[in-house]
């Protein structure tokens, strides 16, 4: 499974439009829009998921720079999550 990174999306872009532009190049698992918090507004930046890295990989190299929904998209692999593990609070005596 690869995960790819989806940026400059148009803010109107659904995640069918993502989809049907990665379904090209394979079977897409996973697209998720992120979206704000508070407004629930596009970001404008996704993911992909797609079972097979050598579709992935064909995927990164068709779509990106490609328009999708009016704007040119940037694709590339999607780095890990940084771990969110400790940080904040007041741990420790004071």
Avoid: C
Wanted: a negative charge.
């Amino acid at each position: 499974m690869k995960r790819l990174y989806v940026g400059n999306l148009a803010f109107g872009a659904t995640e069918d439009d993502v989809r049907t532009a990665f379904e090209m190049h394979g079977a897409v698992a996973s697209v998720q829009i992120i979206t704000d918090r508070e407004t629930g507004q596009s970001r404008g930046f996704g993911f992909i998921e797609m079972d097979d890295d050598g579709a992935a990989e064909q995927a990164i190299a068709a779509v990106n720079g490609s328009d999708i929904a009016g704007r040119n998209v940037i694709v590339n692999e999607a780095r890990p999550r940084p771990s969110r593990d400790g940080g904040g609070g007041r741990g420790g005596r004071w």
